[in-house]
C-alpha cells in the first residue's frame, strides 16, 4: 500500500513538474522570472545561474564574456504566413549593471539576435563579444543587437558612456540614444544611470509591418513607459534570416561589471508578457553594498570614533576621578612632604587588602613600595571629613616630620584627599610590640630585648616631651603603638594624631583621646591632656611589658582583683612579692634588679595623682641606672609600706580605684579602644 502511494505521489510530482517546461518549448514564448531549473538557456563564458535564478553573464574578470542564448532557434524571416514566423517580436527584461569601480562600467550587456551561437571568432572589450575587426560591420553577419553600453568608444560614434543603442552587423550603432525614460507623470524624460547597480527594465518590441524597433527603459519600479526610449525604422528582412538565436551577450574588458538578467520574457507572436517584477530573484547583497562604499565605512569609523573618544573620555574622567586630591595654596611650602595620590595607590597596589598591615585607632595602614626608589613605607589612611583645622593639623604633621629621634617612626610626608588624609611613614618590618607580647608564636622577646625597648620608647617620649621645640603629648602610648625596627628598637608611632581631633573634626571625640587601660584618671575627668597623663600612660605599658599582661585583662582567669594588671601588682607589691609578676614566658631569666625597678616604676607612673609621678626625664635616668628610684621624695611612703608589711600609708592613696576609669562613663567618649 505505502509503496502504490508513494510511486502515485512520484507520478504527480514528475507531471507537475514538467508542465512548464512543456508550455515554454512548445510555443514561440517564454517567460523566466528568474532562471530555475525550467529555464531553457545555454551559457556560455564564464555566465552562470545562482541558486536563486539570477543570471550572471559577467563577473569582475576581466576581459571575460558571458553568454544566455535560448536553446532552440527561433523562426523569423520566412515565407510562411504563420504570424509566429513573421519577423515582429517583443521582449523585455530586466537587467542590473554592478561596476567594480562607481562610475565606470565594462562593457555592456547586449540583447542579440544571431544566426550562430558560436562566437568563437569574435573580440572580447569594445566588440562585445560579438564581432571582431575583420567582420565588424559586414551585412554577412546577420546579427541585431541592442546595447547598454557603459563604455564610450568614439570610433563607434558611442554618444556617452551611459547609453542605449542598436547595432545592426557591427558595432556602429544605427541610432542610440543616453539612457533615460519618459515619464507619464510627469511628462518628460528622466535620466538613469545603467551603472547605479539598481535593477532596470527595458523593452524591444518591433512591428514588421511598421518596420518600427521601439526600445524602451525605465526602472523597475514603474510600469512600462508611455513613450519608447528610441523608435527607429528598419527594416529587418534585410538583416535576419530563417533560423534565429535570441539571446544576450555580454563582455568586460580592462574595467569589469557584474552584469545580471534578472528575469526575461520573449513572445515571436504578439506582446511579451509582463515580468513579475517582485517575485524576480534578487541581486547578492555584497555588492550592492559595494555602490556607496566610502559612505557606509566613513558612517562606521565615525560611530567607531565617537565611542572611541567618549570611552577614552570616560576612562580618564574615571581616572582623574580615582586619583583625585585635595591641594591648597598654603600646601606650596610642603613640597616635598607632599605625596601624589596616584604613587601612593601604586605603592600600595591599590590599596589591596592583601597589603593591609593592621588597623588602628586612626584608620587602616597599609604597607606600600614607593616605585621610583624601591623604599618601603606605610601608609595611614585616615578618614577624615572635615577641611576645618586641616592647615593647623597638616602644619603640625609636617613639622613633626621634621624631627629626628631614633625611637619615632619616621613621618615621610602626607597626601590630602577628599574626605581622607594619607599620612607616610617609614616602613617598620617587625610590627609592633604587642605582636610580640601577646601572640602564642615561640618569637617572645627576652629581657634584653624588653629592657632596650622599654629604654627606646623612655628616650622617644622623653624627646616628644623635653627636647623637641615645642611640647609634644604622644596622648595614645600603649604597647601596640610602639613598632619594632629591623634591629628589634622599639619606636613610638602615631604621635600627634590626637591633635586631629581637636581641631574640632570629629565632635564626638573631642576631648578624650587614648586607650581603655592607659587613660590617667584625671583625664577622664578634665578631658586635658598633660605630659603627666603621657607617664601615667607609659607606666601601664611598663608593667605591660614586664608582666605580659594588657592593662586590663577581661578575660582574666583569676581573682577579679587580676582584671586590673597595676590592681594586682600593687597587690603583690604589698605582699612583698612583686617578682611574680613577671611575665612566666620569660621563665625567671631577667636581672632581678631591673625587673624589679621596671615594676615600681610602672607602678609610679600609674600614680592616681599626676603630681606624685616622675617626669619622663627621670624615668630615662631611673632606666639608665643613673637615678635610683629610692631617692624619689615618696618611696619609702609608698615601697617601704610594703616591704614592712605596715601598708597603712600606702593605702590611702590606692592605685587601684584611681587608675581603673569608670568603664561606663568614659566608653561613649573613648576612641581607639580595642
Ligand atoms: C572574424 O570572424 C569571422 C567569423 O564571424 C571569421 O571567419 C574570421 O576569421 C574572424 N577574423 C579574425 C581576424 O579573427
Ligand atoms: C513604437 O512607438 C511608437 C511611438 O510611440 C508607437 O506609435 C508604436 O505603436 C510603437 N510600436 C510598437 C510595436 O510598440
Ligand atoms: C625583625 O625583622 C628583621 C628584618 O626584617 C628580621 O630579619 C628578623 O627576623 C625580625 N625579627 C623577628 C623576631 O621577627
Redesign the pocket.
Known amino acids: 500500500m505505502a509503496v502504490v502511494l508513494r510511486s502515485l505521489h512520484f507520478l504527480i510530482l514528475v507531471y507537475v513538474s514538467y508542465i512548464p517546461l512543456a508550455l515554454t518549448q512548445d510555443v514561440n514564448q517564454f517567460i523566466y522570472n528568474g532562471f530555475h531549473d525550467q529555464a531553457n538557456v545555454r551559457l556560455d563564458g564564464i555566465a552562470e545561474i545562482h541558486s536563486n535564478g539570477l543570471l550572471q553573464l559577467t563577473n569582475l574578470s576581466r576581459q571575460e564574456v558571458g553568454r544566455a542564448f535560448c536553446h532552440f532557434p527561433m523562426k523569423f524571416n520566412t515565407t510562411s504566413s504563420d504570424l509566429t514566423s513573421s519577423l515582429s517580436f517583443s521582449t523585455n527584461f530586466v537587467f542590473a549593471i554592478v561596476p567594480e569601480v562607481k562610475n565606470l562600467g565594462g562593457h555592456d550587456i547586449s540583447f542579440t539576435i544571431s544566426p550562430s551561437r558560436d562566437f568563437s571568432h569574435a573580440l572580447l572589450n569594445r566588440y562585445l563579444g560579438l564581432f571582431n575587426n575583420s567582420n565588424n560591420g559586414l551585412s554577412t553577419n546577420h546579427i541585431l543587437a541592442i546595447e547598454l553600453d557603459t563604455v564610450s568608444d568614439p570610433e563607434f560614434g558611442d554618444i556617452t558612456m551611459n547609453h542605449v543603442g542598436i547595432d545592426v552587423n557591427g558595432m556602429k550603432s544605427v541610432a542610440s540614444a543616453p539612457a533615460m525614460y519618459f515619464s507619464n507623470k510627469e511628462g518628460k524624460n528622466i535620466n538613469l544611470d545603467l551603472m547605479s547597480g539598481n535593477p532596470m527594465h527595458l523593452w524591444i518590441d518591433y512591428d514588421e509591418a511598421e518596420k518600427l524597433l521601439n526600445v524602451t527603459l525605465a526602472p523597475t519600479t514603474i510600469p512600462k513607459p508611455n513613450r519608447p526610449l528610441l523608435s527607429t525604422h528598419i527594416d529587418l528582412s534585410q538583416i535576419l534570416l530563417e533560423s534565429m538565436y535570441v539571446g544576450f551577450s555580454s563582455a568586460t574588458g580592462t574595467l569589469a561589471s557584474d552584469h545580471y538578467i534578472l528575469g526575461w520574457s520573449f513572445n515571436k507572436s504578439g506582446p511579451s508578457q509582463s515580468l513579475g517584477v517582485s517575485s524576480l530573484p534578487p541581486l547578492p547583497r555584497e555588492r550592492k553594498r559595494k555602490d556607496k562604499p566610502s559612505l557606509m565605512i566613513m558612517t562606521v569609523l565615525i560611530a567607531v570614533t565617537l565611542v572611541l573618544i567618549t570611552v577614552i573620555g570616560a576612562a580618564y574622567i574615571l581616572r582623574r576621578k580615582k586619583y583625585e586630591e585635595i591641594r591648597e595654596d598654603w600646601e606650596e611650602e610642603y613640597g616635598p612632604h607632599r605625596f601624589s595620590y596616584k604613587n601612593l595607590h601604586k605603592a600600595t597596589k591599590g590599596f589591596k587588602d592583601t597589603e593591609l598591615l593592621g588597623e588602628g585607632g586612626f584608620g587602616k595602614v597599609y604597607i606600600g613600595t614607593l616605585r621610583s626608589s624601591n623604599v618601603q613605607i606605610a601608609v595611614k589612611r585616615i578618614s577624615h571629613d572635615s577641611k576645618q583645622g586641616m592647615k593647623e593639623f597638616v602644619a603640625e604633621i609636617i613639622s613633626m616630620g621634621r624631627m629626628r629621634h631614633r625611637n619615632l617612626v619616621q613621618l615621610l610626608g602626607y597626601c590630602r584627599r577628599r574626605g581622607e588624609l594619607l599620612l607616610v611613614y617609614d616602613y617598620m ?2 610590627g609592633s610590640l604587642d605582636r ?1 607580647l601577646y601572640s602564642n608564636e615561640k ?1 617572645n ?1 627576652n629581657w634584653v630585648q624588653r629592657f632596650r625597648i622599654i629604654k627606646g620608647v623612655a628616650s622617644g617620649l622623653l624627646y616628644l616631651h623635653e627636647e623637641w621645640e615645642q611640647v609634644v603629648l604622644h596622648r595614645d602610648v600603649k604597647a601596640s603603638n610602639v613598632l ?3 634591629g ?1 628598637n622599639g619606636r613610638l608611632g602615631d604621635f600627634g594624631l590626637a591633635k586631629l581631633y581637636d581641631h574640632g573634626t570629629n565632635p564626638q571625640t573631642t576631648r578624650v583621646v587614648g586607650t581603655v587601660g592607659y587613660l590617667a584618671p584625671e583625664l577622664t575627668r578634665t578631658g586635658r591632656a598633660t605630659t603627666c597623663s603621657d607617664v601615667y600612660a607609659f607606666g601601664a605599658f611598663l608593667l605591660e611589658v614586664a608582666c605580659g599582661r594588657r592593662p586590663i585583662e577581661l578575660q582574666a582567669e583569676g581573682l577579679l582583683e587580676q582584671v586590673f594588671l597595676v590592681d594586682w601588682v600593687t597587690e603583690c607589691c604589698r605582699r612583698g612579692a612583686i617578682l611574680d609578676t613577671s611575665d612566666p614566658r620569660l621563665e625567671g631569666n631577667y636581672v632581678v634588679e631591673e625587673m624589679e625597678m621596671v615594676l615600681k616604676l610602672g607602678l609610679f607612673c600609674s600614680h592616681a595623682i599626676p603630681a606624685c609621678r616622675p617626669s619622663m626625664k627621670q624615668v630615662v635616668q631611673f632606666l639608665d641606672g643613673d637615678a635610683d628610684l629610692r631617692e624619689l621624695p615618696y618611696y619609702s611612703a609608698y615601697f617601704g609600706a610594703f616591704t614592712s608589711n605596715e601598708s597603712s600609708d600606702f593605702m590611702s592613696v590606692p592605685f587601684s580605684q584611681a587608675s581603673a576609669p569608670s568603664m561606663s562613663s568614659t566608653d561613649s567618649i573613648l576612641r581607639g579602644g580595642r
Open positions: 618590618p617587625n610580640f618569637t622577646l619594632l625596627d629591623a628589634l
